[in-house]
């Protein structure tokens, strides 16, 4: 039990973020942003880096809701709800930490999709047969693989709890895909 409260550190700021990214797109907030491909439209081998799906927008949600719910998930457990310690940095640098965890996030997607691209899997999709199974996997932890990166210098988790980590990621991830076809934003799970 106290294993799973001090992943909320990680997880609280992930669900939010996902959460807020969820309203962005139901509500096509921020629409300068969404037509702000990441890679500016570049190609590599002919083919798109990264596509027009990794945009300027999602990275700005994600990393801002990250940072925002991670300084009030520390003012929360500064006051009123103490949870157990999953790293100190955490506690003590909360904005370090959100910003850590959301630009972790996003440059843990940027190296699976500039792979789909190149192997000729374009955005939103998974690819077909073995290539497609491993797509599937790398899509459901490659966010996670970049926090635990980003995270590093401050918090060398267990291999337990990374074990632990992986094995929510891959129920969780398309638990939320599933969401977002339910209310439109996506035309298949996975």
């Given at each position: 039990m106290m294993l799973l409260l001090q992943l909320l550190w990680l997880a609280i700021p992930v669900i939010a973020s996902g959460l807020v990214h969820l309203v962005v797109l139901k509500l096509d907030l921020l629409p300068g942003l969404r037509v702000q491909p990441i890679d500016g439209g570049a190609t590599f081998r002919g083919?798109?880096?990264?596509?027009?799906?990794?945009?300027?927008?999602?990275?700005?949600?994600?990393?801002?809701?990250?940072?925002i719910t991670a300084w009030v998930l520390a003012q929360v457990h500064a006051c009123c709800w103490h949870l157990p310690t999953l790293a100190p940095f955490a506690e003590t640098h909360p904005v370090a930490w959100g910003l850590l965890l959301g630009c972790g996030y996003i440059a843990g997607e940027l190296p699976n999709s500039f792979v789909?691209?190149?192997?000729?899997?374009?955005?939103?999709?998974?690819?077909?047969?073995?290539?497609?199974?491993?797509?599937?996997?790398?899509?459901?932890?490659?966010?996670?693989?970049?926090?635990?990166?980003?995270?590093?210098?401050?918090?060398?988790?267990?291999?337990?709890?990374?074990?632990?980590?992986?094995?929510?990621?891959?129920?969780?991830?398309?638990?939320?895909?599933?969401?977002?076809?339910?209310?439109?934003?996506?035309?298949?799970?996975?």
């Open positions: 083919k798109r880096v990264l596509g027009d799906n990794k945009t300027w927008r999602g990275a700005l949600v994600t990393i801002t809701t990250m940072t789909k691209r190149q192997i000729g899997i374009g955005p939103g999709k998974g690819g077909e047969g073995i290539t497609g199974g491993i797509c599937w996997v790398v899509d459901q932890l490659d966010g996670l693989a970049g926090m635990l990166l980003f995270t590093w210098p401050v918090l060398q988790p267990p291999l337990a709890l990374v074990l632990l980590l992986v094995a929510i990621m891959l129920v969780a991830h398309p638990i939320g895909a599933w969401i977002m076809v339910l209310v439109g934003l996506k035309d298949r799970i996975g």
